[in-house]
Structure formats: C-alpha cells, structure tokens
C-alpha cells in the first residue's frame, strides 16, 4: 500500500498488517522520514473535522507526528498510539502525546474519541480486528479516517530506480515487481479496508475519497525521501548509496528536478448507533 512509492513494489496489502519487521524500520531516521515525507492534503484534514462530532482524535500509528501535527493545527486535541519507540520519541519531543504500542495491543483504558484517523499506517493493522478496536473507542457518530499517499514519479525516474533496485538487491520480494503500478490497484486496498469495516456490522456504510496533488522535487529532495521508503529501511548503506547514485543520474538527466503527482486516497466511516 502508500507507505512505499509507487514505483517501488510492497507486499500484498492483505498480509502487510505480517510484515513487523518492516513496519519497525521506518523509525531508522525518524527525522529523515518528518522532514522528507509529505503531509496530507488541507482539504482532506478540513473535511474530516468538519464531519467529526467534536475534536478529540486518536492517531493510530502516528510515526512521527506528520498527520498529527495538521490536526492540532486544525484545533483538534491528539494522541498518538506508535508502535516504534524511536519515531514516539520523536513526536512527543515535538509536542505530541504518544503512547508506545501496536493498535491491537494498546489499551484504551476507558478513554473514547471523536476521530480515529490512520495516516499511510492502517496497512500495518489488521483490517478487521483494527476496525473492530475503532468502533469500541469512537463516541457515537464519531469517523473512522484510513488515508494515505499514491506516489506517481515520471517513468524518466521510476524505470531507473527499478533497474537499479533489482541489480542491487536480486533476491528481494521488491524486485519482482513492474516500475510503475496503476492506481486501481491501491483503489482496490482502500476498497478492501472499506470491506473489513463493513465486516464489523459497527458502522455505517463507508465512503472513499480522492485528492489529487503535485508537488515538484529537486534531485537532493527525492533522494532525501527515497530512503525513508519500506524497500530501502532495511539496506546497508553501501546498497542504498548505490541505488541513490543510479536515480540521482537519473534526475539529472532531466535537468535536475521533477513534480511529483500524488493520488491522496481515504476511506472514512461513521460509527453506527448511540452507545
């Protein structure tokens, strides 16, 4: 799913909520990943709170605080459950209540919410028991919020970074993969998460939304994000420089820099009944 860009494969959305070991690699550089990745459309975060009973919200693993950050910021009161102890850190050292512990494991203690949002984090969850732990600890009316990046580089980027991928790292479940992949195959996650939430017969019918945005990148700025990405985590440096090398020529092939087209996908859904 989004946590990786587009031209860089991920493992089937359904088994994605298995891969811990992945999931655990982001926080490597946490202030990499908060300075490198991009935050979520205004439009996005306004709707939801706009569609959100009161302002109290729930950031199911809320990294480093990017998505958290635009909700205090809209007004809203936050606390973040995060998995990984180091991108935690990061974020209550930048202001942000957060407690350590997987969505599954994290005891609300009797704590309720207005919005539960997950932001480029809920293909770490399992669907159904996650939507199931959401509707126990939302208020009535109160929105499940699933949201997340398609990234959409120039081919003049992807098909490099492929090719350099696949002869740097051979044997990775990565490298079987085309460079560029349709959005209908993530529409179709986002479906699925839309599908687990209906399984839990606890809220009303979901909806899916879509944000289309560009956003242009220097050669220094791609290179800056590409090793915040799922594939890259887990290399040693002297791979990941090697790949970096490969997509750097590339950008500067084109003169240097790019945009970006970004696909801003949600699945959103209100909690059914008055207690």
Partial sequence: MPTLPREQPEPSPAELHKARRIAQSFGTDAQRYDQARPGYPDALVSRIV?????????????????????????????????????MAEFAQAHGLQVEVATFEAWKPAGRTFDTVIAAQSWHWVDPVAGAVKA???LRPDGCLAIFGHVYEPPAEVADPFAAAYRRVV?????????????????????????????????????EQWRFDWERPYTRDQWLELLPTTGGLTQLPPDKTADILDAVGAAIDSIGGRFTMLYTTLATTAVRAGTS
Avoid at 58 to 76: N, P
Avoid at 175 to 204: H, M, V, W
């Fill in 135 to 137: 509707a126990r600890v």
């Fill in 170 to 206: 051979p044997d990775s479940p990565f490298s079987n993969q085309p460079a560029r992949r349709p959005l209908d195959i993530y529409q179709a996650g986002y479906a699925k998460f839309a599908e687990a939430i209906r399984q839990t017969e606890r809220f009303k019918e979901p």
């Fill in 50 to 86: 706009a569609g959100s009973p009161g302002l109290e919200v729930l950031d199911v693993g809320c990294g480093t605080g990017i998505a958290a950050r635009q909700f205090q910021a809209a007004g809203c009161a936050v606390l973040g459950v995060e998995p990984d102890e180091r």
